[in-house]
C-alpha cells in the first residue's frame, strides 16, 4: 500500500479494532501453537467461562457421549461418559451411592478409594467391564463411566459371519455356480454381519440407559443427602488401610 496513502475515519475505526483485536490474540496466545491447561483455564476466566465447566468439557470434548449415534458399520461396544452433579461424595454416603449402583446394574463389583476418588469396577471375564469413578469437586461430584463389552461383540461378530459363510457354502453346494462357492461364501460372511449389527445396536441402547439410570441414582442420592465431616476421620480409609489398592466386593 502506498504510504501517502489517506485513511478515511471509518478505514481508521476498522483499521484500530482489528489492531486491538490481533493484539488481544497475541497476549492470550503468545504466538504459541496451543495452550497450556492453566493458560486455557485463565483464557475462560476472562471470558467469563467457570472453571469447573471448562474442566468438565477438557475432560469429555474428545469422547463419545449419550447423545452420539450408533455406527452401524464399526459396531459400538464402549459408552465413555464424563459428567458433574451436584451433591458431593463423602465417605458415609459411599456405601448408600454402591446400593444405588448395585440396583441398576444387577451386579456386584470391586471398590476403592484412590486419592480423593471413589472407584467400583465389574468385570466378567472375556466379555467386559464397567468402571465408575467419583471425585468430589467442590461441593459438587465428577463422575466418569466407562463401560466396555468388547467381547460381546467380538463373539456376535464372529459366529454371525461364520453361519453367513456356511449358509452360503452350503446354498452353492451342487448348483451351477458351485465352482465358485469359496469366492462368493465370504460375500455371505459379510452378509452375516447385519444380525450382528442389529443385535449390538439393542445392546447399546440397553447400556446407554443403564449409564443414564446410573447417573440418575447417583444424583438423587447426594441431592438428598446432607453432607457430614467427620474430622480427623476417614472412614473409608480405615476399611482400607490394610491394603491401599486391595479391593471389597458390594
Known amino acids: 500500500m502506498n504510504d501517502d496513502h489517506i485513511f478515511s475515519k471509518s478505514e481508521i475505526g476498522k483499521i484500530l479494532s482489528k489492531a486491538s483485536e490481533i493484539q488481544k490474540q497475541k497476549d492470550l496466545y503468545d504466538d504459541k501453537d496451543g495452550l497450556s491447561k492453566s493458560e486455557l483455564i485463565e483464557l475462560a476466566r476472562e471470558t467469563g ?8 468439557a477438557m475432560q469429555t470434548f474428545d469422547e463419545p457421549g449419550l447423545d452420539d449415534q450408533y455406527n452401524w458399520f464399526s459396531g459400538a461396544s464402549k459408552i465413555q461418559h464424563v459428567i458433574n452433579i451436584d451433591g458431593e461424595i463423602t465417605n458415609e454416603l459411599w456405601d448408600s451411592v454402591i ?7 444387577g451386579g456386584i463389583g470391586k471398590t476403592a478409594k484412590i486419592g480423593s476418588s471413589f472407584e467400583w469396577e465389574q468385570r466378567k471375564k472375556d466379555i467386559g467391564y464397567k468402571h465408575i469413578s467419583l471425585t468430589p469437586v467442590n461441593g459438587r461430584t465428577n463422575i466418569q463411566i466407562v463401560n466396555s463389552w468388547t467381547g460381546i461383540k467380538f463373539i456376535s461378530t464372529f459366529f454371525s459371519m461364520m453361519i453367513g459363510f456356511m449358509l452360503t457354502a452350503v446354498a452353492l453346494d451342487g448348483s451351477s455356480i458351485a465352482d ?35 447417573i440418575t441414582r447417583i444424583s438423587r442420592k447426594l441431592k438428598s443427602s446432607p453432607s457430614i465431616t467427620i474430622e480427623n476421620e476417614d472412614v473409608y480409609s480405615n476399611e482400607n488401610t490394610a491394603n491401599k489398592s486391595g479391593n471389597r466386593t458390594h
Do not use: H, N
Open 99 to 105: 446400593k444405588e449402583i448395585r440396583k441398576e446394574t
Open 49 to 56: 467461562i467457570d472453571q469447573l465447566s471448562l474442566l468438565e
Open 180 to 214: 465358485f462357492a469359496l469366492i462368493i461364501a465370504p460375500l455371505g460372511a459379510i452378509i452375516g454381519l447385519i444380525p450382528s449389527r442389529i443385535f449390538l445396536k439393542s445392546y447399546y441402547k440397553r447400556q446407554k440407559k443403564q449409564v443414564e439410570g446410573i
